[in-house]
C-alpha cells in the first residue's frame, strides 16, 4: 500500500491520486453558496500557494504549476488548467511561495528562484548582472551568499516567503535573509531597494523555525534562548542589555529615564519644528532614518514602501479619537472575549487595568497632540479604526511592564490570571512613554504626561487608542528581547523568576531526551515592518524597521504564524489561535477593533484548530471537531468585493459590519473534501489540500494526532486550573503534610514533564499531516522514540500511585475546595472518566485519566499496521509498538490497582504502629489476616500475622490484624528472601520455607490453594524486584543466585554490618562488599557466607589513628593463601597466611629508612613466628643475618656480614652467638674459637693474622674493643710445612646452613600452589587444572595486564602434553612452555623464579655482597636448579634424571635410512641446560658482583697485564709471544679495502675474532659463554686457513699463543670473574668435550697473562 502511495503519479492515469487533492475557492460571498473547485491534477499536490490574483502549485515530483492573472506575461490562466513552470524542470522543486505580485521556488538542493513583479527589487537581481528589472518573467536564480564568512559560501536555502515588496528566505542555519523594500525586510540600511539578499542581522544567532509575510509586515516563530536559573524572585536594581528600566510605584523619581536599547526606528524625517523641540536630555535613537517619502498614489515599484505612510495615499498623522477609546474601555468591561479573568478590579496590580480618570483633561491632551503633529485630528467609530500609524506612548515594547515569567513550573505552558506582585508588573512604569524610539517627541508631552502619573497609578499604556485591550496581558512575561541593531543581533539575557520549586526548570529540558524530531514548544514571536493596523502586535500602530519580540505570545507556545495583508494569526500547541492586526471585515475572528495587542479568537465548544491560514481580509482555520476528519472554519468578509479593494486594505463603513463574520463559523462543503491536511489563503482566495481515506490509513493518521492534541489540551487544562493554583498554594503554605507535600511536587513535576512531552508530539503529528504523503511511517516518534515515552508515561503513573498511597489524595481534595472555589464546576468537566459522580470532582480517576492514552497509541498503530504486508518493515515496526503500548498500559492499570489497593490496606489498618511501615513505593500484595497463614509450630494462644508487599515480607507478632494491633514486627526484604515449597508429610502440613541470611522459618498454610497462592505471589515479587518480568515463576525456580543489598543485624562476625554482593541460598556468594560501622570494610569474594578467594579488607586502628590493609587470599573467613598486609606502625608483609596467621615464606618489611629501626626479613613463618631458615637484614646496624630461627629469635648455624666486611658462621642460641663460631675481617684475620654473645669472644680458640702468624689459647672480649689472651703465639714452619689442622679450623662454610636446606618454604608454597601437601606429593592432573585455573583467573581479574602479558596467558592456558615419554621432537616444547611459564608470576612456575630472584638479592646485595659468601651463592643457585628441576618433573613425568639421555622417537622403516646420518646426535638433559638459561639472568648482577670481589687482586694484576702488552704493535706483540711467522696476516681489510700490514700497524690481526671474544660479557649462562668461546676458535680458524695450504690441524703449541693474542687484543674487564662463573655453573656433560678444551684454553691464558714478564 505505501509503495502506491509514495510513487510518483502516472501522468498517462486516467483517475486522479488519492493524495494531495487540492480545492480552491474564493473566500467572498456566504458559506452556504460557495463552491470549492476540483484542480485535477495526474500527481498529488505537495503544497499550494496563493498570491493576490494567482497561485503556485507544488506537485509530487517536484514540478511547479502557475495560474490566476500572470501579470508579469500577460496572461490569465484558469485554476482548473495550470501552466508547468517549464524552466524549473530537472530542479527538483521542494517549497514555493506567492506574493502580491511575484513567486518563489526553492529547490532540493537549497537554491532560490524568483520571478515576478520586481518593482522593488522582491525579485532580487536577475542573471543579466545588477540590471533591475521591472518584471522577470520567467524564473531566476538568486543567489544567498554569506559574505562575513572568509571565503564567502552560498546559503543553503529550506523555506521562502513573500509579501507585497519584499521577500524573506530561512537558511539551513535556521538564520533569516531578506530582499526587496521597505520596513518590512528587517535590515539596518536606509538604501531600498535591496537587490541581494541580506541577513537581518538583529535574529542573527538566533534558531528562526518558520517566517510569514504580509502585505508590508514579517512575522517569524523563533526559538527562545535557554533559560536561566534563578532562585529569587526579586527585580533587578539595574537594567540588563538589552532589557527594559523596570520600577515600582515608589521608585519613578526620573521620569525622563530612558533605554535606547528598546528603540523601534520609524523611518520619519523630524522636521526642523520638532527637532527644535526635543528636550536636551533626550536621548538620541540609534536608528537609521529614510530622508523623504513616496505618496500611495505612486506605483507600487516607483518607491520603497517606506512604513511612514498607509496604502491609501494618506500621511500619517498623530490622532486619538478619545470617545472612541472610552467606548471601547466599556466595551472591553463587557465583552468576556476581551478580559477572560473577571472584572479588572481582581487584578489592582496587573498594571494594564483600564482607568476612566487616567486623563483628567482629554481635550487638552488631544489639542496638544494635533498642535505637535500639525494635522487635524480625523475622528473615527470605535469599530473601524484608521489605517494611519499612531503615535504610542510607549513605542518599543509595549509589554515591558509584564517582563517576567510566572514563578511556578507551569508557565512554561500557561500564563494564569492570579494577580502577581507589583514588583514583577509594574517594571518600566510611566518611563516607558519616554521611549527613545519615539518619532517625535518634545518637553511638553513629557511634562504633560508626568502630571498624569498619579492617575496612572502603575498602569502603562503602550497605546492611546488600544488601552483596554492590554488588560489581559498583565501576566505574561517576556523571555527574550531585542539587540542593538550596532551589533546585529539579539539580547541573550532576559528577566526572569524561578518559582520555590526547581524541578519546574526540568518541564524544557526533560523533552530533550526525544531528540531533534520533536519540535520544541519554547518559541517566540518576533514582528516587524507596517502597523498602521496594529498588525505587529506590539499594542500600537507604529511601523518597526527591526525585528520586535511580541512578548505576550511568549511561553504561549506559538507552532505556527500566519500573515494576512493587513492582520497576523499564531496557532499555539493548544490548539488556541491569537490574532491581531485589521479586524474591517471580521478576519479576527472577533468584534474587538483594531486589536494591537494578540487576542484569542473564540472557536465553539469542542474545537481545536490546529493549521492556520491568512488572506487578504480573511482567515482560514483547519481544527478538529466531533468526529476524526478535520473541518474548515471561516472567519472574514461575506461579500465579493472589487479586485481593486482586494489588494489594498480594507475599509469599510460602519453601516457594512453586518457583512461579516464575528467569530469563526464552519464551512459545510469541507465534509465532500475527505481528509484536510492543510489551508492555505491569498488574496480573497482559500485553497485546501486533502487526501482520501486509504484502506484507514490516513484516517487513521488523523485520528492519532486529533487524540494526542485533544490530550494536550485536555492536560492543559489541568494544569492551568488545578495544578497551578494548588502548586502555589502548598509553596506558599504547605497543609498536605510533610511527605505529601514532597510528593505532590513530584507529581506536578511529573505531569510537567508528561504535559510538554505530548504537547510537543502533537505539535510534530500536525507537522507529519502538513506532508503525510512525504513522510516515512516509521518516522513517527512513536516508534523512534519508544523508550522515552514508556520512561515518561511510567515515571507519571508511580508519582500518581506514590501520592495515593500516602492519603494525600484526600487532603489534595480539601485544598482544592478552599483554594478553586467556583472553578469546581469548570474543573469537574475535566474528569471525562467519572462524570456521574456528581459535581464534586474525583481527582485519583481524574490524574489517572491519561494512562488511558497509552491504549489508544497502541490501538492506533495496530490500525496502522493494518495497512501493510506482514513481511514489511513497516508493519513489523508499528506491531512491535502496539505490543509495547499495549503492554505497558496493562501494567500500568496494574500499577493502579495495586495502588487502589494498598490504600484501603492501610486505611482499613490505620494507626501509629503501622504507619512505620507506611511508604510511598511499597504496595500490598497479600495479607493473612484471616489466619490463612500461620508460623509453624506457633504457640496456642500466639498471634502471628504476615503481610507480603512488594519489597519486603512483614511478620507480626502479637497482632490482631482487625484492631491493626502488633506488638512487634520483622522485614524481611525480599531481594534477601528464598522462598521453597516443602514437601508434604504424613501430617498433611502445606508449609513453605523461607530462608533469610540471619534466619529461617516455615510456613503453614490452611489450605493447598493458600500455599500455592503465596508460594507463586512471593516468588512473583521476588523476580519482579530483581529485576525481572514479575509475570509470575513457578515456584522454587525464583533465581537462588542474585545480587543485592542487606544489613546484618544479629550477633555474629558480620553484626551490624551492610553487605553489597552476591547470594546463594540466603548466605553470602560470590564478589561482594562488606561495611562494618567501626570503619572495617572488606571487597572481595565469599563463599557459603564467609570470605573466601581474593579479597581486600581495611581494619581501622584507633591507637595510631590509621587502618591495616590487607590485599590477597582468604579461606572460610580466615585470612589464607598468599597476601600483602599493611600494618598501621608502617610494617609490611608480603607472604603466605594461614588461618589469620603469617606461615610459611614471608617478608616483613620494618619501617622506613629514615626511621632508626629500619629492617628487612625474608624467611620462613610458622604461626605468625621466624620459625625456620631466613635472611634479617638489620639497616639501621648494618648487619645482615642468614640462618635459622625459632620463635622469633636467632637460633641454630647461621652466617653474618656488617657493612665493614666482618664476617661471621657459628652458632647462635636465644638470638645471641653462642657456641663454636669463625670470624674473619677484611684483612683476613681470622678467630675460630668460642663465642657468648654477639661478637664477643670467651673462651678457647685460634687466632690467625694476615701475614700466617698465629695464637692459641684463651681469649675474652669484644671483637671490637679488644681482645685479652692467654695463650701461646705461633710463627709459621719455616721449611713451609702447612697445618692441616689449623687450616681446617679456619676453613669458610663449616657452620653454615645446607644450601639445599635453604629457602624450602619457597619451594614448599609452590607445591602448593600446585595443589599437593608436599613435595611431589599430590596428583598430576590436578596440579596442571590448579595452574589453567590460576592463568584463568589472572585474566579476568586482572585488568592491567599488557597486551604481551595478555597474549602469554592465553597461550599458558592451554595444558600441554605432559604424560607422553619426553623425546628430542617434544624437548622443544617443554623449554618454551617452561620459557612462558617464567615470563608471568601468575603461574606458579613464574612465581617460583621472581620469588627466589626476590631472596637471592635480598641475600646477596647492598651488606651481603661480601666476597666470603661467593661459595655459598653458587652452592644456593645449584640448589635451586636441584628442587626446581624436581617440580618440572613432577608435571613431566616423561624427562630424565638429572644427567640423562631423551632417547629417539621410534623410526619407520622407511625413514631409518634417510635419518641414519643423525642418530649418532644425543640429547643430554640436566638441570643445569634445562633451568640454568631461564634462572641465571635473573640472578647474575649479585652473582658475578661476588665473582669480580673474590677474584679483585688477580683481575688486578691481570688487566695491569693487558695494558702494558697492549701498547705494542701488532707484529710485535706476535713475536713476543711467541707466534710462528707463517700465522701472521699480511693483509687487512678496511671497509672492503685490502690493506697491507707493516709494523707499525695495531689492532689489525685477527680482528673477527676479538670482536666475537668480546661478546662474552654480554651473555649470561655458561653454556652461552662457551659458544661464544667456540665461535671465536672458528673465527681464528677462518682467518688462519688462507694463509696456509691443504689440510690443516691445530696443535696446543700453535692455538695457545694465538689465542693469547686474541684475549689480549679483546681486553676483557673481569675476565677472572667469567671464567670461574663458567667453571663453578658448566654443564658437567660438556666437561671433557671440545668445549671444555677450548675453555681451558682460555683459562690457560687468563693464568699466562697475570704471569706474563712485560721486560
Not at 634462572?1479 to 688486578?1500: K, N, S, V
Amino acid at each position: 500500500m505505501e509503495n502506491r502511495e509514495e510513487s510518483p503519479a502516472d501522468e498517462r492515469a486516467p483517475t486522479p491520486p488519492e493524495r494531495g487533492l487540492l480545492h480552491i475557492w474564493k473566500s467572498g460571498g456566504p458559506s452556504e453558496q460557495l463552491c470549492p473547485e476540483r484542480v485535477l491534477l495526474s500527481k498529488c499536490v505537495l503544497q499550494v500557494a496563493l498570491g493576490e490574483h494567482h497561485g503556485l502549485l507544488l506537485s509530487q515530483g517536484g514540478q511547479v504549476y502557475s495560474f490566476g492573472e500572470l501579470l508579469w506575461r500577460g496572461l490569465s490562466v484558469p485554476v482548473s488548467a495550470p501552466v508547468l513552470e517549464e524552466s524549473l524542470l530537472g530542479r527538483t522543486v521542494v517549497r514555493v511561495a506567492a506574493g502580491g505580485f511575484h513567486c518563489g521556488a526553492v529547490s532540493e538542493q537549497g537554491n532560490v528562484y524568483m520571478w515576478g513583479e520586481n518593482t522593488a527589487g522582491q525579485c532580487g537581481l536577475t542573471e543579466r548582472g545588477t540590471t533591475a528589472n521591472i518584471t522577470v518573467s520567467e524564473p531566476c536564480p538568486v543567489t544567498v551568499v554569506d559574505n562575513e564568512v572568509v571565503p564567502p559560501v552560498v546559503v543553503r536555502v529550506v523555506d521562502l516567503a513573500c509579501g507585497r515588496e519584499h521577500s524573506l528566505a530561512l537558511s539551513a542555519q535556521n538564520e533569516l535573509w531578506a530582499w526587496g523594500s521597505g520596513c518590512q525586510l528587517g535590515l539596518v540600511t536606509n538604501t531600498f531597494p535591496v537587490w541581494r539578499p541580506q541577513k537581518v542581522e538583529h535574529l542573527a544567532g538566533r534558531h528562526v523555525i518558520q517566517v510569514a509575510c504580509g502585505a508590508y509586515h514579517s512575522l517569524a516563530l523563533v526559538r527562545s534562548l535557554p533559560q536561566q536559573n534563578y532562585t529569587t524572585q526579586k527585580p533587578p536594581e539595574k537594567k540588563e542589555q538589552g532589557q527594559s528600566p523596570r520600577y515600582s510605584s515608589t521608585e519613578r523619581e526620573e521620569p525622563l529615564a530612558v533605554d535606547d536599547a528598546h528603540y523601534c526606528p520609524l523611518g520619519v524625517e523630524l522636521t526642523e519644528v520638532m527637532t527644535a523641540e526635543m528636550s536636551p536630555r533626550r536621548r538620541r535613537p540609534r536608528q537609521r532614518l529614510r530622508p523623504g517619502g513616496r505618496s500611495a498614489g505612486s506605483s507600487p515599484g516607483s518607491g520603497a514602501g517606506l512604513c511612514p505612510y498607509s496604502e491609501d495615499g494618506k500621511s500619517n498623522t498623530i490622532q486619538e479619537n478619545l470617545p472612541a477609546g472610552t467606548k471601547l474601555e466599556s466595551e472591553g468591561h463587557a465583552d468576556p472575549l476581551t478580559q477572560t479573568d473577571g472584572s479588572p478590579k481582581s487584578q489592582p496590580l496587573s498594571g494594564w487595568t483600564a482607568n476612566k480618570n487616567s486623563f483628567n483633561d482629554e481635550l487638552e491632551l488631544q489639542n496638544l497632540l494635533q498642535k505637535l503633529s500639525g494635522h487635524s485630528l480625523e475622528m473615527r467609530h470605535a469599530s473601524g479604526p484608521g489605517d494611519t500609524d499612531s503615535l504610542s506612548s510607549q513605542t518599543s515594547d509595549d509589554s515591558y511592564v509584564s517582563s517576567t515569567p510566572s514563578t511556578d513550573i507551569f508557565t512554561s505552558s500557561y500564563k494564569d490570571d492570579m494577580p502577581i506582585k507589583s514588583q514583577t508588573n509594574n517594571s518600566g512604569g510611566v518611563a516607558g512613554v519616554y521611549s527613545s524610539s519615539s518619532p517625535v517627541c518634545s518637553e511638553e508631552v513629557r511634562i504633560y504626561l508626568e502630571k498624569e502619573r498619579q492617575a496612572l497609578q502603575g498602569q502603562k499604556s503602550s497605546s492611546l487608542t488600544d488601552i483596554n485591550q492590554k488588560g489581559k496581558t498583565g501576566p505574561n512575561r517576556r523571555r527574550s528581547l531585542p539587540g542593538t541593531p550596532t551589533h546585529g543581533s539579539p539580547r541573550r539575557r532576559r528577566p526572569c523568576a524561578c518559582g520555590p520549586s526547581s524541578a519546574g526548570r526540568t518541564q524544557a529540558a526533560a523533552p530533550e531526551e526525544a531528540g531533534d524530531i520533536l519540535p520544541s514548544l519554547e518559541t517566540e514571536v518576533w514582528s516587524w515592518g507596517r502597523g498602521s493596523e496594529g498588525q505587529l502586535g506590539h499594542g500600537d500602530q507604529l511601523a518597526r524597521l527591526q525585528p520586535l519580540c511580541i512578548n505576550s505570545l511568549t511561553s504561549e507556545e506559538v507552532i505556527k504564524v500566519a500573515a494576512g495583508s493587513h492582520h497576523s494569526l499564531a496557532l499555539t500547541a493548544q490548539c488556541q489561535v491569537y490574532s491581531w492586526g485589521s479586524n474591517m471585515c471580521g478576519q479576527l475572528g472577533h468584534i474587538n477593533s483594531p486589536v494591537t495587542v494578540p487576542q484569542q479568537t473564540k472557536l465553539s465548544d469542542g474545537l481545536r484548530a490546529w493549521d492556520v491560514s491568512a488572506g487578504q481580509s480573511h482567515s482560514l482555520l483547519l481544527a478538529d471537531g466531533d468526529c476524526v476528519q478535520p473541518v474548515l472554519l471561516y472567519c472574514g468578509q461575506q461579500q465579493e468585493t472589487s479586485s481593486y479593494q482586494s489588494q489594498r486594505s480594507c475599509q469599510r463603513s460602519p453601516n457594512r459590519a453586518e457583512s461579516y463574520t464575528v467569530r469563526p463559523t464552519l464551512l459545510p462543503f469541507c465534509v465532500e473534501m475527505g481528509y484536510v491536511s492543510r489551508v492555505c489563503s491569498g488574496g480573497q482566495s482559500c485553497a485546501v489540500l486533502a487526501d482520501h481515506n486509504v484502506m484507514g490509513f490516513i484516517s487513521a493518521i488523523h485520528e492519532l494526532a486529533s487524540r494526542e492534541r485533544q490530550f494536550y489540551c485536555w492536560l492543559s487544562s489541568v494544569r492551568k486550573l488545578l495544578m497551578t493554583p494548588l502548586f502555589n498554594r502548598e509553596s506558599a503554605s504547605p497543609s498536605l503534610g510533610e511527605p505529601c507535600t514532597h510528593l505532590f511536587f513530584s507529581l506536578c513535576e511529573r505531569l510537567v514533564r508528561l504535559s510538554v512531552l505530548i504537547g510537543r508530539h502533537s505539535t510534530s503529528l500536525s507537522y507529519f499531516l502538513h506532508d503525510v504523503q512525504g513522510r516515512d511511517v516509521t518516522s513517527l516518534p512513536l516508534l523512534t522514540h519508544t523508550e522515552h515515552f514508556l520512561d515518561i508515561y511510567k515515571e507519571y503513573c508511580s508519582s500518581v500511585g506514590d501520592f495515593q498511597v500516602m492519603g494525600g489524595f484526600q487532603s489534595l481534595h480539601k485544598l482544592s475546595l478552599e483554594c478553586l472555589g467556583s472553578q469546581q464546576t469548570i474543573l469537574a468537566q475535566l474528569c471525562v472518566s467519572n462524570k456521574s459522580a456528581g459535581d464534586d470532582v474525583d481527582l485519583v480517576s481524574l490524574l489517572y485519566w491519561p494512562l488511558q492514552q497509552l491504549h489508544q497509541y497502541g490501538r492506533v498503530l495496530l490500525k496502522l499496521a493494518a495497512c501493510y504486508d506482514v513481511l514489511t518493515t513497516e508493519y513489523q515496526s508499528l506491531h512491535q509498538g502496539s505490543c509495547q503500548y499495549e503492554s505497558l498500559s496493562l501494567s500500568l492499570l496494574r500499577r493502579k490497582k495495586e495502588a487502589e489497593t494498598t490504600f484501603l490496606f492501610w486505611k482499613t489498618h490505620s494507626g501509629k504502629n503501622t504507619e512505620v511501615l507506611r511508604l510511598p513505593q511499597r504496595r500490598v500484595v497479600c495479607e493473612s489476616s484471616n489466619r490463612s497463614l500461620t508460623l509453624q509450630n506457633a504457640g496456642r494462644f500466639s498471634n502471628h500475622w504476615f503481610i507480603l508487599f512488594n519489597d519486603a515480607l512483614v511478620h507480626t507478632q502479637g497482632a490482631i490484624p482487625s484492631q491493626s494491633f502488633f506488638s512487634t514486627h520483622h522485614v524481611y526484604p525480599l531481594t534477601c528472601l528464598w522462598v521453597k515449597p516443602v514437601t508434604e508429610n504424613s501430617g498433611g502440613l502445606y508449609a513453605i520455607k523461607i530462608t533469610c541470611p540471619e534466619e529461617s522459618f516455615t510456613l503453614v498454610a490452611s489450605t493447598p490453594q493458600e500455599k500455592n497462592k503465596w508460594l507463586r505471589s512471593i516468588n512473583q515479587e521476588i523476580d519482579q524486584v530483581l529485576g525481572g518480568g514479575g509475570q509470575g515463576s513457578s515456584p522454587g525456580l525464583t533465581a537462588m543466585s542474585r545480587t543485592a543489598s542487606y544489613k546484618f543485624t544479629g550477633e555474629g562476625r558480620f553484626k551490624d554490618a551492610r553487605y553489597t554482593g552476591g547470594w546463594l541460598a540466603g548466605r553470602v556468594h560470590g564478589r561482594g562488599n562488606m561495611e562494618w560501622p567501626d570503619g572495617r570494610t572488606y571487597s572481595g569474594n565469599f563463599k557459603n557466607g564467609l570470605e573466601d578467594g581474593y579479597g581486600e579488607c581495611k581494619m581501622p586502628n584507633k591507637l595510631l589513628d590509621k587502618p591495616d590493609t590487607y590485599q590477597g587470599h582468604w579461606r572460610e573467613g580466615k585470612i589464607h593463601g598468599f597476601g600483602k598486609y599493611k600494618y598501621a606502625n608502617g610494617e609490611v608483609y608480603e607472604g603466605c597466611f594461614y588461618d589469620d596467621q603469617r606461615h610459611g615464606y614471608g617478608m616483613l618489611s620494618s619501617g622506613k629508612l629514615a626511621r632508626t629501626s629500619s629492617s628487612v626479613f625474608i624467611g620462613q613463618w610458622v604461626h605468625d613466628r621466624k620459625t625456620g631458615y631466613g635472611v634479617y637484614d638489620d639497616i639501621t646496624r648494618g648487619e645482615k643475618y642468614m640462618g635459622l630461627w625459632v620463635d622469633d629469635q636467632r637460633h641454630g648455624n647461621a652466617v653474618v656480614v656488617t657493612q665493614h666486611c666482618v664476617y661471621y658462621e657459628g652458632t647462635f642460641r636465644e638470638n645471641k652467638m653462642s657456641g663454636t663460631g669463625l670470624l674473619v675481617s677484611e684483612d683476613n684475620t681470622a678467630f675460630h674459637g668460642e663465642f657468648s654473645d654477639d661478637w664477643i669472644v670467651s673462651g678457647k680458640g685460634v687466632l690467625s693474622l694476615a701475614n700466617g702468624d698465629s695464637l692459641e689459647g684463651l681469649f675474652n672480649g669484644e671483637w671490637t674493643t679488644g681482645l685479652k689472651v692467654v695463650g701461646t703465639y705461633y710463627k709459621p714452619a719455616v721449611d713451609g710445612a702447612e697445618d692441616k689442622d689449623r687450616n681446617n679450623l679456619l676453613r669458610l662454610g663449616q657452620y653454615v646452613v645446607p644450601a639445599g636446606q635453604r629457602w624450602t618454604c619457597v619451594f614448599d608454597e609452590c607445591w602448593s600452589r600446585l595443589g599437593c601437601d608436599s613435595a611431589a606429593r599430590g596428583e598430576r592432573i590436578t596440579a596442571w587444572e590448579n595452574i589453567a585455573v590460576t592463568i584463568t583467573s589472572a585474566r579476568r581479574h586482572c585488568p592491567n595486564l599488557s597486551r604481551s602479558q595478555t597474549k602469554i596467558l592465553e597461550g599458558l592456558e592451554f595444558i600441554p602434553q605432559h604424560g607422553e615419554p619426553v623425546t628430542t621432537a617434544n624437548y622443544d616444547n617443554i623449554r618454551r612452555y617452561l620459557t612462558k611459564a617464567c615470563e608471568t608470576p601468575h603461574h606458579p612456575l613464574g612465581w617460583l623464579v621472581e620469588t627466589l630472584v626476590t631472596v637471592y638479592r635480598m641475600t646477596y646485595v647492598g651488606v651481603g655482597s661480601n666476597r666470603r659468601l661467593l661459595r655459598q651463592a653458587v652452592q644456593e643457585v645449584q640448589a635451586y636448579l636441584t628442587h626446581f628441576y624436581s617440580i618440572v618433573r613432577f608435571l613431566f613425568p616423561g624427562l630424565p634424571d638429572d644427567g640423562g639421555i631423551i632417547p629417539d622417537p621410534p623410526v619407520s622403516p622407511s625413514k631409518s635410512r634417510h635419518n641414519s646420518d643423525t642418530s649418532d646426535c644425543v640429547v643430554v638433559v640436566s638441570c643445569s641446560s634445562l633451568l640454568l638459561p631461564l634462572l641465571l639472568p635473573r640472578l647474575y648482577p649479585p652473582l658475578f658482583t661476588l665473582y669480580c670481589l673474590q677474584e679483585e687482586p688477580e683481575e688486578a694484576q691481570y688487566w695491569d697485564r693487558i695494558l702494558r702488552l697492549n701498547k705494542q704493535p701488532d707484529q710485535s706483540l706476535l713475536s713476543f709471544l711467541g707466534v710462528q711467522e707463517k700465522f701472521w696476516p699480511v693483509w687487512m681489510s678496511i671497509l672492503g679495502e685490502k690493506k697491507q700490514i707493516v709494523s707499525s700497524s695495531k689492532d689489525a690481526c685477527f680482528v673477527s675474532a676479538v670482536e666475537t671474544l668480546q661478546q662474552i660479557s654480554t651473555t649470561f649462562t655458561p653454556s652461552d659463554k662457551l659458544l661464544v668461546i667456540q665461535k671465536t676458535f672458528e673465527e681464528l680458524t677462518q682467518e688462519i686457513k688462507p694463509l696456509l695450504d691443504g689440510n690443516f690441524l691445530w696443535c696446543m703449541d700453535d692455538l695457545l699463543p694465538l689465542f693469547l693474542y686474541v684475549v689480549l687484543r679483546a681486553r676483557i674487564r673481569n675476565l677472572g670473574a667469567e671464567v670461574s662463573l663458567i667453571e663453578d655453573l658448566m654443564d658437567p656433560n660438556v666437561q671433557h668435550g671440545e668445549m671444555g678444551l677450548m675453555f681451558t684454553t682460555l683459562k690457560a691464558c687468563y693464568i699466562q697473562i697475570q704471569r706474563e714478564s712485560t721486560t
